[in-house]
Nanobody, 124 residues
Framework: QVQLVESGGGLVQAGGSLRLSCAASGRTFSSYAMGWFRQAPGKEREIVAA????????YYADSVKGRFTISRDNAKNTVYLQMNSLKPEDTAVYYC?????????????????WGPGTQVTVSS
């Protein structure tokens, strides 16, 4: 079992930055690949970024490539999403999610554990 809690969301002006954090419980964080997802009102949830269990591999959705950076600190059981050059269309609830390394990593496949989400609002 992995429990996830996101933090760092808030209200920011367009062009600004936020850093989201996701703290994981348990002693086997390094056995899980992680992902950040978002869901805007009236839209389906979409993956934003993903990172392998070691942090050596990353994936970004085209809409955030070059603006967002995913990273992780396995010693702190935490994954981060640095968001720069934010746009109003980035407004959404952001969720972190985990999947065991035996199921792979990346945008495809099933994530088994989810945090409650944190709201990000970008004003124009």
């Amino acid at each position: 079992q992995v429990q996830l809690v996101e933090s760092g969301g808030g209200l920011v002006q367009a062009g600004g930055s936020l850093r989201l954090s996701c703290a994981a419980s348990g002693r086997t964080f390094s056995s899980y690949a992680m992902g950040w997802f978002r869901q805007a009102p009236g839209k389906e949830r979409e993956i934003v970024a993903a990172i392998s269990s070691s942090g050596a591999n990353t994936y970004y959705a085209d809409s955030v490539k070059g603006r967002f950076t995913i990273s992780r600190d396995n010693a702190k059981n935490t994954v981060y999403l640095q968001m720069n050059s934010l746009k109003p269309e980035d407004t959404a609830v952001y969720y972190c999610a985990a999947r065991h390394i035996s199921t792979g990593w990346g945008p495809d496949g099933k994530y088994d554990y989810w945090g409650p989400g944190t709201q990000v609002t970008v004003s124009s």
